[in-house]
């Protein structure tokens, strides 16, 4: 089914190409506008009003900063519904109807449905929720990734459970991109590089009425620990399960997707339970850009920002598409495409937001934009090249990180 949407979405869009982004002359009226394709809704509406906030921010920040081109900018909204399918419909409208010369926002599924047609508009897109290893080797030009792979987080949950003592884990799956992604580089590292078993790798929909028969098979399966890669919407009915039937002596390792206040509640209600998490975290120390951002969201929005919750990000992706359109010059897909790894990458004058890098474009100098999260340095295929990762685990009710981790460099990433 994905792919006969995608494919006719490209039939429908091929058409709309000339209108999607416009000839890039500066003098052109009108904002300058970038999408916001997200899931508000479905599985990963828990962060929806986190990344949107973040995204907002963002967009505030250019327009404070004199706009991109002279012109102010407007962020695009389109709830994808956490689904592939919304993501093809929200797509369409955002380049059918509104025009957008750039997009951010969309998580793992919905960019691999919306993959070809990208390219085909020549959309400028940044991926700030996709882990997909899908991505490992196919973007770098039209795409661009700033979070680490799937393939990173499946060696870093290996790690961690090597590095433990774990030597026999059950899994239990979610059938979905973004979670059997990071589960199946967990899966082949874990057996093949460490000599560890799976004793029952258990795959499941989302949407079912009960978890119960799942959660038994795994945690009953007799392993060290369960490594749950699920999304949000799955993971709570299955984690009131394991507390249900008195499994919490079993420890857990968690995906990402996992990384929710909700969930260090339940997990941290139970005596005794423990969760451990392989994840992204944020390198903030003498960080000027996360320093300028922490008061600004929690603004917004109410509370500081999250571990892993992405919203730090989806900022970022924003701040970057402001500054390449600015080196282009023009709004024009190709040419911002091209100078996103211009303004990400050294050489180039160390900025940490819109309005010195802004500063440093129109006095003639390079730019080396350092986020919020870590330096944002991408390689040929527009991947992080050297992504700042962690253990999280459960303290005081919430996440924290327990410590930085190095991807272990004798473990061969699979192909």
Known sequence: ????????????????????????????????????????????????HWALAAAEVAVEELNAGGGVLG??????????????????SGFAELTEVDGIHALGGIESDGMIAIFDTVHELQIPTICSTCGTTELDSTGGDMVFRIIPSDTDNGIVGAQVARDEGYRNVAMLVELSEGTESPANVFKAVFTEQMGGTITEDVRFNAGETTYAAQVAQAF??????VYIAAGF???????NEWQRRGYTDVPMIFTTDLLSPEIAEIVSGVPGASAIVGATAYDTVNNPAWDAYVPRFEEKIGDPPEIAFYDAWQYDQYIILGLATAKAGTTDGAAVAAAIPEIANPPGVEVFSYAQGLAELEAGNDIDYHGTTSNLNLNSVGNLLSPVMAVIHVQDGDWAVRENIELDPTLVKPS
Do not use: H
Request: proline residues 6%; contains cysteine; charged residues 20%.
């Open 1 to 48: 089914m994905k792919r006969v949407l995608v494919a006719l979405l490209a039939v429908g869009l091929v058409a709309a190409a000339a209108c999607s982004g416009d000839s890039g002359d500066a003098a052109d009226e009108g904002p300058v506008k970038y999408g916001f394709l997200n899931g508000q809704s479905g599985d990963y509406g828990p962060w929806g």
């Open 71 to 88: 012109r102010s900018v407007e962020l695009v909204v389109e709830d994808n519904g956490s689904t592939p399918e919304g993501a093809v």
């Open 220 to 225: 009953e399966s007799g392993p060290d620990a």
């Open 233 to 239: 919407e799955t993971g709570v009915p299955i984690l």
